[in-house]
T-cell receptor
């Protein structure tokens, strides 16, 4: 079955540390890839997306992600996290011609001031 | 703000009861998708409505049903509630089936006792 895996359940970092959150998917066809963020008490917001072109995509708030097709991965990175980045991060994949997203289980990020 | 509003925000029901959740999509959006987010999990696709017709369904039993109205607002109905139906139910709207511009509501937290 098609699935999305996020490697880390909970990540704790100090401010200014670098962040990398892993995401892998299982599907051999064309994919569209997304990272969403959910701040405490708020709705899901799109951080960035990849549909085609440059596999290194930049999103809002200094986040970026790299699509590596051979590894079926779409890892999220940020060079220097801030306390305000404390949130839950979800990787999501759209597979083929379907109109829905398949989400990973999420990674909770806690940033210590 | 996303412009997608869901009601109620919280709901408590008992096993076997029926529940209706409501979603008002962003102005002009004709596509609504519903997702279930169980505790500690990522959102899971229930179904999608496009111009009042069901346009895709996830792996949920028939007791999960929906409607989309001419003004593109939507309802999610769940019959014969089970304890495992306790979750956050998210509504997302877009213009056409456009995953690049998908806006989520803040959800309805359903507790089944």
């Amino acid at each position: 079955a098609q699935s999305v895996s996020q490697h880390n359940h909970h990540v704790i970092l100090s401010e200014a540390a670098s962040l990398e959150l892993g995401c892998n998917y299982s599907y051999g066809g064309t994919v569209n890839l997304f990272w969403y963020v959910q701040y405490p008490g708020q709705h899901l917001q799109l951080l960035l997306k990849y549909f085609s072109g440059d596999p290194l995509v930049k999103g809002i708030k200094g986040f970026e992600a790299e699509f590596i097709k051979s590894k079926f991965s779409f890892n999220l990175r940020k060079p220097s996290v801030q306390w305000s980045d404390t949130a839950e991060y979800f990787c999501a994949v759209n597979m083929g011609s379907q109109g829905n997203l398949i989400f990973g289980k999420g990674t909770k990020l806690s940033v210590k001031p | 703000e996303t412009g997608v509003t869901q009601s109620p925000t919280h709901l408590i029901k008992t096993r076997g009861q029926q529940v209706t959740l409501r979603c008002s999509s962003q102005s002009g959006h004709n596509t609504v998708s519903w997702y279930q987010q169980a505790l500690g999990q990522g959102p899971q696709f229930i179904f999608q409505y496009y111009r009042e017709e069901e346009n895709g369904r996830g792996n949920f039993p028939p007791r999960f049903s929906g409607l989309q109205f001419p003004n593109y607002s939507s309802e999610l109905n769940v019959n014969a509630l089970e304890l495992d139906d306790s979750a956050l139910y998210l509504c997302a709207s877009s213009l056409q089936v456009d995953l690049e511009k998908l806006f989520f509501g803040s959800g309805t937290q359903l507790s089944v006792l």
